[in-house]
């Protein structure tokens, strides 16, 4: 009988390869975590604009409640009702109109 050698199976790596390798499970362990992050940040933007959107909201409404009340005090009843609480009276002929 005649007996054959065995044989190692051995691979022949290529150079680089391990670099490679090691390039691809880094990628693979890489890009989901970016996603992530890159995720949250995109969600803590859209939170802080949802804020600044309702405090923008809410100054709004209390510039127009303030521009009423200026409205409301510059009325001719109410400077006139202010008038008689300080003993002003209304004496027309004091009043002179000019015209252009």
Not at 35 to 42: D, S
Not at 53 to 64: H, L, R
Not at 82 to 96: C, D, M, R
């Amino acid at each position: 009988m005649i007996k054959m050698k065995k044989r190692k199976n051995t691979k022949v790596r290529i150079k680089g390869e391990k670099f490679v390798s090691i390039l691809i499970v880094f990628a693979l362990i890489a890009f989901p975590i970016a996603t992530v992050l890159t995720k949250a940040v995109l969600s803590e933007t859209n939170i802080a604009l949802e804020k600044m959107k309702n405090e923008i909201k809410n100054q709004e409404e209390v510039n127009e409640s303030l521009s009423m009340q200026v409205d409301e005090l510059a009325s001719l009843d109410k400077i006139e009702e202010v008038a008689t609480e300080k003993g002003l009276s209304y004496n027309n002929s004091n009043i002179k109109s000019i015209h252009e």
